[in-house]
């Protein structure tokens, strides 16, 4: 296993168009977390999944963002009608235990003009 | 609600040389973790080092060791001897014991001078 996966590195969007990512984390870890980091700043978590349960959103996962993990393997996030404040990197990190430091994807940064 | 602070935008340092990156927290919670994340150009995000509150004694990873002070809610994150592989952008983060939810500061982009 290398690593967590994500895809595409790199997406460039029209505005309103709906765009979706997808991760693949280490196949041992039951958690999964998506975070937005814009440049300059720290990432902001967006949602947390243990398995295939979605057990918290922040309040920045407006009604147009939506996560799934199904069979809690790969991960999901879907922006529908994107905006240009949306232009961020899209984080995925999986971990085994809360106790312990995440695994970072490399990210998906989108571009929305 | 908890917050991470780091007052150093920015840092450079002559290789072989050593650093000290700050990072300050605030939060009411007795058990908590506070990691290090190192972010190279266009690449993952890495874990350099994590604290758990409630043991005293600092972490040291090789080259990488923490001073942590939970009264002052300081953790700051030495760098020894140096190197070009070290510049990247270095992140302070905590988590509450109970949360898995990271909280993050801006970051410290570090220069490493040849």
């Known amino acids: 296993d290398t690593g967590v996966s994500q895809d595409p590195r790199h997406k460039i969007t029209k505005r309103g168009q709906n765009v979706t990512f997808r991760c693949d984390p280490i196949?041992?870890?039951?958690?999964l977390y998506w975070y937005r980091q814009t440049l300059g700043q720290g990432p902001e978590f967006l949602t947390y999944f243990q398995n295939e349960a979605q057990l918290e959103k922040s309040r920045l996962l407006s009604d147009r963002f939506s996560a799934e993990r199904p069979k809690g393997s790969f991960s999901t996030l879907e922006i529908q009608r994107t905006e240009q404040g949306d232009s961020a990197m899209y984080l995925c990190a999986s971990s085994l235990k809360m106790d312990y430091g995440y695994t970072f994807g490399s990210g998906t940064r989108l571009t929305v003009v | 609600a908890q917050t991470v602070t780091q007052s150093q935008p920015e840092m450079s340092v002559q290789e072989a040389e050593t650093v000290t990156l700050s990072c300050t927290y605030d939060t009411s919670e007795s058990d908590y973790y506070l990691f290090w994340y190192k972010q190279p150009p266009s690449r993952q995000m890495i874990l350099v080092i994590r604290q758990e509150a409630y043991k005293q004694q600092n972490a040291t990873e090789n080259r990488f060791s923490v001073n942590f002070q939970k009264a002052a809610k300081s953790f700051s994150l030495k760098i020894s001897d140096s190197q070009l592989g070290d510049a990247a952008m270095y992140f302070c983060?905590?988590?509450?014991?109970?949360?898995?939810?990271?909280?993050w500061g801006a970051g410290t982009k570090l220069i490493i001078k040849p």
């Open positions: 983060a905590y988590r509450r014991d109970s949360n898995y939810q990271l909280i």
């Open positions: 196949s041992e870890h039951n958690r």
